[in-house]
């Protein structure tokens, strides 16, 4: 275990716009996992300080869903300059608590971004639709309307990134939010949540509880609470999304995901080489984003392993705060060797391993390191194709046909992202046509959408009907409601017991 030094930094609660201290005297220890270190620890909350959290929230709402729409989007300006603002200091806080190297916090904090600039438009994204003269007299609107209360529940990979896909939206769409973040990394809502607060985001409407399941089971079961995001692995998101449906609750849960790069014979292979290394070990591999499977359709194998062998001895491993460092360690020691221990099974299963990430000494180092690896000949049927292992373990699947490879990608049982390399436009389009799946990339090994489309997966990376962040963010965060208006003349008013229709009787008769 790594080394603990006598005092560390607490990370707190966030209710009401001030840092509130758990009284639960349950704390998590936050790991640096380029050291081993613990550098905070962060308290547990108990069930009653949720229930104060969504009851600061639910007052909050009252007077923010009533705030003019020109205002809540001047906040979300504001909000917008303070996260670029201080963009280098989410930056640290993620790679110091994540790991991640500097380059590719600085690159999470910009897609973050993207979707607070995405809320900027909450005027233009809000407006309904108008029918005048639906029938003699009578007008038919559709507004949409913020739910109240929300929830979101983030995982350990993305703590700035994914936390701003779901507060942007729920609050500018005049919703207040409890945000539970992953306990491995609190700090960058922390400090997300103050900045908000110094947009202008009222007391209230952006509260952060930190803590565990029990804090989870709190907002999954709170009649208070009416929509429920959340981020992470496939178990934990199946098993939300089932209690909080259950609850009455409208639900987004999004799981993990094996994404496949389908690369075919004609592809560039420089290019399927670079692309593969670039999306299968950037960030460790902790992406649910990450290419998992190179799938090598016919003799384009032989060629693209040595390809990316070759880049794979290249990259240069070690603390993210590093300049020069392309990959930093792993969340914590237990999943790194988690990860490792795939290399055997790998071994076991018949595959062959190609570069083993244990033998440069990485897992030596106090951190939680694993060098790139890379295992051919892998098979469906074996740990290494069926599970989402979510580190830095490439695996390469050959295939004679793309119509072996697309039932690959098909049959898997998750439908987050997928990618096919080629220089056959037709090619690429009927893949486009056939996958399974939510998010594909054409010679884009990481197709994550721009902030304007709506991120999800597909099967079990994704519990619910609405995808998250975009316009699709939009339509989860509110609901509809259709008025139908008159302004009669008093003087022509009578009883008609019939059932309102829009035509003319009499007219309909004659035909
Ligand atoms: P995780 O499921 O362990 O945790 C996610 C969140 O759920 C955390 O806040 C955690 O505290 C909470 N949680 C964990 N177990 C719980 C339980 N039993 N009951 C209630 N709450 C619980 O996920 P993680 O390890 O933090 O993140 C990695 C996973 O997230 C990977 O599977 C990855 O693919 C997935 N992920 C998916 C997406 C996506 O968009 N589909 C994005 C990022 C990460």
Redesign the pocket.
């Known amino acids: 275990m790594g080394t603990t030094t006598a005092v560390v930094a607490t990370v707190n609660h966030w209710i009401g716009g001030k840092h509130v201290a758990t009284e639960s005297g349950r704390v998590g220890a936050v790991h640096n996992p380029a050291t081993g270190e613990v550098i905070a620890e962060v308290g547990f909350a108990t069930a009653e300080e949720v229930d104060r959290a969504v009851a600061t929230a639910k007052a909050a709402f009252a007077e923010w869903r009533a705030t003019p729409l020109s205002r809540r989007a001047e906040v979300m300006f504001r909000f917008r300059e303070l996260i670029a603002k201080n963009r280098e200091k989410i930056a640290e806080i993620l790679t110091r608590e994540n790991g991640k190297t500097t380059a590719d916090a600085l690159g999470e904090v910009a897609r973050g971004l993207e979707n607070v600039e995405f809320a900027c438009g909450i005027p233009n994204l809000l407006k309904g639709g108008y029918t005048e003269q639906a029938s003699k007299g009578v007008d038919v609107y559709q507004i949409r309307q913020p739910l109240g209360v929300v929830a979101g ?6 703590p700035a990134m ?1 936390p701003l896909w779901m507060i942007s939206n729920a609050i500018a769409c005049g919703n207040a939010f409890v945000l ?5 990394v609190p700090g960058a809502s922390v400090l997300i949540a103050e900045l908000a607060k110094e947009a202008g985001v009222p007391d209230g409407v952006l509260n952060l509880v930190q ?3 029990v804090a ?2 709190r907002l999954l079961e709170h009649p208070d609470v009416k929509a429920v995001s ?8 199946k ?2 999304y089932e209690t909080a449906t259950r609850n009455g609750k409208r639900v987004q849960a ?4 094996k994404n496949h790069m389908v690369v075919l014979p004609d592809a560039e292979l420089a290019m399927a080489a670079d692309a593969a290394v670039s999306a299968a070990y950037g960030a460790a591999g ?4 990450a290419i998992s499977v190179v799938v090598a359709v016919g003799d384009v194998a032989d060629p693209l392993v040595a390809a990316i062998r070759e880049r794979i001895a290249r990259i240069k491993v070690g603390p993210g705060s590093e300049p020069g460092i392309e990959m930093g360690p792993l ?1 914590t020691r237990e999943h790194r060797d988690r990860v490792a221990s795939y290399l055997d099974k790998a071994a076991s299963d018949g595959a062959t391993v190609v570069v083993d990430g244990r033998t440069d000494g990485a897992t030596s180092r106090d951190g939680f390191f694993l060098a790139p690896s890379l295992v051919d000949h892998v098979k469906p049927g074996t740990a290494c194709y069926d599970h ?1 292992i ?1 580190g830095p373990v490439l695996s390469v699947v050959r295939v004679d046909t793309y119509v072996e490879a697309l039932k690959l990608v098909n049959e898997n049982p998750y439908g ?1 992202g997928t990618a096919i390399f080629t220089q056959n436009g037709g090619a690429a389009r009927q893949f486009q046509f056939d996958a399974e799946v939510g998010m594909v990339g054409v010679n884009v090994p990481i197709p994550v959408p721009v902030a304007y489309y709506s ?3 597909w099967k079990s ?2 519990f619910g009907d609405l995808h ?1 962040y975009g316009p699709e963010g939009v339509l989860f965060y509110t609901r509809g409601k259709v008025v139908t208006s008159r302004w009669p003349d008093p003087g022509a008013s009578k009883v008609d017991l019939g059932f309102p229709r829009t035509r003319d009787l009499e007219l309909e008769n004659r035909d």
């Open positions: 529940i983030t995982p350990f990979n993305f994914v539970k973040p992953s306990e491995k803590g565990d399941k989870v089971d959340f981020v992470g692995s496939t178990p934990v998101a098993q939300i999004l799981g993990g995901a902790e992406r649910c984003m969340i989402e979510f987050n991120f999800g997966g990376s994704l998250m």
